[in-house]
T-cell receptor
Framework: KAGVTQTPRYLIKTRGQQVTLSCSPI?????VSWYQQTPGQGLQFLFE???????NKGNFPGRFSGRQFSNSRSEMNVSTLELGDSALYLC????????????FGAGTRLSVL | AQKITQTQPGMFVQEKEAVTLDCTYD???????LFWYKQPSSGEMIFLIY??????QNATEGRYSLNFQKARKSANLVISASQLGDSAMYFC???????????FGSGTKLNVKP
């Protein structure tokens, strides 16, 4: 059974640009969550999607958005990139949307120059 | 407020010995899940063990066990017979209520010495 797949693995952007990250969950999983990991702030929850609906949102500005498709694949978009957006972005999937075990992908490492 | 605290930034353990990683949590929810993840230098978060707030027995998964003390709001991870491959960052996480929103601790870097 394939795990959670995140693409791309590495990304370099400049300030002001926008970026889209992709996440394919484990087959059969309907919940996808996104997290940002930085040395200073640690792991922070961005948002969770379940059956194409955003169920939860963390404390991030509106520049961070996401969506989920009917096949449960999810994308995360960050517009008007700032230097502070440099981070490891982790996607996790689970079968249900209720303190279920989340399985993480390898992450996308975003560097903003 | 939801909070997870890991007070050990770094730890050393001798190969084949047992080690306990500390985790305390704070939540007003009665229903919640507690999790431990391992993050090697490659970055991927690897699920280790889960404990539900209503589970009366401590969870075990192979060499991993979770010492759950509900009244003290602690969920310590015990790794028995440490191996060199156990060297990594370890994160404690909590998912309160009926949501998949994880709150993570700051992590403990474990180094296993040969």
């Amino acid at each position: 059974k394939a795990g959670v797949t995140q693409t791309p693995r590495y990304l370099i952007k400049t300030r002001g640009q926008q970026v889209t990250l992709s996440c394919s969950p484990i087959s059969g999983h309907r919940s996808v969550s996104w997290y940002q990991q930085t040395p200073g702030q640690g792991l922070q929850f961005l948002f969770e999607y379940f059956s194409e609906t955003q169920r939860n949102k963390g404390n991030f500005p509106g520049r961070f958005s996401g969506r989920q498709f009917s096949n449960s694949r999810s994308e995360m978009n960050v517009s008007t990139l700032e230097l502070g957006d440099s981070a490891l972005y982790l996607c996790a999937s689970s079968r249900t949307s209720g303190h279920d075990i989340q399985y993480f992908g390898a992450g996308t490492r975003l560097s903003v120059l | 407020a939801q909070k997870i605290t890991q007070t050990q930034p770094g730890m050393f353990v001798q190969e084949k010995e047992a080690v306990t990683l500390d985790c305390t949590y704070d939540t007003s929810d009665q229903s919640y899940g507690l999790f431990w993840y391992k993050q090697p230098s490659s970055g991927e978060m690897i699920f280790l063990i889960y404990q539900g707030s209503y589970d009366e027995q401590n969870a075990t998964e192979g060499r991993y066990s979770l010492n759950f003390q509900k009244a003290r709001k602690s969920a310590n991870l015990v790794i028995s017979a440490s191996q060199l491959g156990d060297s990594a960052m370890y994160f404690c996480a909590m998912s309160p209520g009926d949501f998949n929103k994880f709150y993570f601790g700051s992590g403990t870097k474990l180094n296993v010495k040969p």
